[in-house]
Nanobody, 127 residues
Framework: QVQLVETGGGLVQAGGSLRLSCAASGRTFSSYTMGWFRQAPGKEREFVATIIWSGGRPSYADSVKGRFTISRDSDKNTVYLQMNSLKPEDTAVYYC????????????????????WGQGTQVTVSS
């Protein structure tokens, strides 16, 4: 059974940094796509960043490009989202997601491209 557990959320001032972690278990994730999404109050969940566990170039939403970095540590089975230069509009619940290889047909920037989701972690950026 796949389990994704996010940690690292919290309250930070604008301009600050946070690092989110997503501990993955229950599978060998070498062929999986790992992603981060977020959902702000009153808005739909949106894509933030993605990386293929086995390597390759990460992809980012335009709104976070240059500020956020996604990475993974295979030894720890953990995916990270380093968030720098945070803005109040980054306030949201952040979700980690894992997609099987066959789900990539739906696209790695859409929710349909992912099969498993974490419970989310709250990030609040104050102005």
């Amino acid at each position: 059974q796949v389990q994704l557990v996010e940690t690292g959320g919290g309250l930070v001032q604008a301009g600050g940094s946070l690092r989110l972690s997503c501990a993955a278990s229950g599978r060998t994730f070498s062929s999986y796509t790992m992603g981060w999404f977020r959902q702000a109050p009153g808005k739909e969940r949106e894509f933030v960043a993605t990386i293929i566990w086995s390597g390759g170039r990460p992809s980012y939403a335009d709104s976070v490009k240059g500020r956020f970095t996604i990475s993974r540590d295979s030894d720890k089975n953990t995916v990270y989202l380093q968030m720098n230069s945070l803005k109040p509009e980054d306030t949201a619940v952040y979700y980690c997601a894992a997609g099987r290889a066959r789900s990539i047909i739906h696209g790695v920037t859409t929710e349909l491209g992912y099969d498993y989701w974490g419970q989310g972690t709250q990030v609040t950026v104050s102005s």
